[in-house]
């Protein structure tokens, strides 16, 4: 249970969505007073995907019912990552700014790379990024998400300087990027039973909607 009637802006806003993916829940049973956005966005262009392993009573309002094996949603949900990052489908700059996949890691480690690593008596919650700008180990910024003029690099390995000596780091991006090279839509599709051609169309419909 979420605990919470809306997750984000008003359910009046679905409207305007140029993609909705039903997945994880029944709206046209729990989300009753509201649920009538759905059908009404697809009058608007709006493309509906349920996510589901039965043909519930929000099925019939969606364009696409993808009928996922029981408990298999991860996998889907990791393979159409993994479909948009091998793409190059993923907003670069919203990434930089809006995650923390650009922080750098120590791959000795596999601990995020710290001032208390480089400096004695250094802060635990300083963390890093490398400019792409400088091509220079940068602080990340603590009081704000703006990165000003600092283009923090998503891939590559770094050799940083550290008070045991000089390490390696690498982004979370990397880290990431390797994580879901074990789920390949063919992969996937043996566990959730949900083709590898639909799942990679999925993932691409999703991350072309603006």
Same mark, same amino acid.
């Given at each position: 249970?979420?605990?919470?009637?809306?997750?984000?802006?008003?359910?009046?806003?679905?409207? #305007?969505?140029?993609?909705?993916?039903?997945?994880?829940?029944?709206?046209? #049973?729990?989300?009753?007073?509201?649920?009538?956005?759905?059908?009404?966005?697809?009058?608007?262009?709006?493309?509906?995907?349920?996510?589901?392993?039965? #043909?519930?009573?929000?099925?019939?309002?969606?364009?696409?019912?993808?009928?996922?094996?029981?408990?298999?949603?991860?996998?889907?949900?990791?393979?159409?990552?993994?479909?948009?990052?091998?793409?190059?489908?993923?907003?670069?700059?919203?990434?930089?700014?809006?995650?923390?996949?650009? =922080?750098?890691?120590?791959?000795?480690?596999?601990?995020?790379?710290?001032?208390?690593?480089?400096?004695?008596?250094?802060?635990?919650?300083?963390?890093?990024?490398?400019?792409?700008?400088?091509?220079?180990?940068?602080?990340?910024?603590?009081?704000?998400?703006?990165?000003?003029?600092?283009?923090?690099?998503?891939?590559?390995? #770094?050799?940083?300087?550290?008070?045991?000596?000089?390490?390696?780091?690498?982004?979370?991006?990397?880290?990431?990027?390797?994580?879901? =090279?074990?789920?390949?839509?063919?992969?996937?599709?043996?566990?959730?039973?949900?083709?590898?051609?639909?799942?990679?169309?999925?993932?691409?419909?999703?991350? =072309?909607? =603006?």
């Amino acid at each position: 249970t979420l605990g919470k009637m809306g997750a984000g802006d008003s359910a009046s806003n679905w409207f #305007y969505s140029d993609m909705i993916l039903i997945w994880g829940s029944n709206p046209n #049973y729990t989300h009753t007073a509201n649920f009538h956005y759905i059908p009404e966005a697809r009058y608007n262009g709006t493309k509906v995907v349920a996510v589901t392993p039965d #043909y519930n009573a929000s099925v019939p309002f969606a364009d696409l019912w993808v009928p996922i094996k029981i408990g298999t949603d991860a996998a889907l949900a990791l393979a159409m990552c993994q479909v948009i990052i091998t793409k190059g489908l993923y907003k670069a700059d919203f990434v930089r700014e809006q995650t923390d996949l650009p =922080r750098l890691v120590r791959t000795d480690t596999r601990r995020f790379l710290r001032e208390s690593d480089r400096k004695r008596g250094g802060a635990e919650n300083q963390l890093y990024l490398f400019d792409q700008k400088t091509k220079q180990v940068v602080e990340a910024p603590l009081k704000s998400l703006a990165l000003g003029d600092v283009v923090p690099a998503l891939e590559g390995e #770094y050799e940083v300087g550290t008070l045991r000596g000089r390490v390696k780091v690498k982004p979370v991006f990397e880290f990431l990027k390797e994580k879901l =090279r074990d789920y390949t839509p063919e992969k996937a599709s043996q566990i959730t039973g949900v083709s590898a051609k639909l799942i990679g169309e999925l993932a691409e419909q999703f991350a =072309r909607a =603006r």
